[in-house]
């Protein structure tokens, strides 16, 4: 049994990318063979990035609905993106480029590299009928 411990106050762009990566994690974990620990962090990683770029293009100059767990009203009122949130939001896409370690950051090229030459769904299709990246 997994448990996914949720603070308030945090913000949308922190919860919404460590949530990628425990669902991922949590995917993995269910619907694949045990994977080695860089190549079933470094394809969580690579998700996790993936909805960083994603948000951050989209929200550049639109609209979002803010997550602030302060109160339900404020959840619910629309506005653009804090710069800081922005900043932030650039600063774990950097935190996750440049980590140095061999599971994550590693795990994270390896990944990364994959995704660019073959795809998502065919790098998640290799790792699933063989438990590695495709080379």
Known sequence: MYFVLVTTYI???HFNCYLVGVVSQTYAKIGYRTLSQDVEEGICQVLAHMWLESELTSASGSNFVSASSSSASHASKKGKRPQFERKLGDFFKHQIE???SPVYGDGFRAGQKAVRKYGLQRTLHQIKMTGTFPY
């Open 98 to 100: 440049s980590d140095i």
């Open 11 to 13: 913000l949308f762009i």
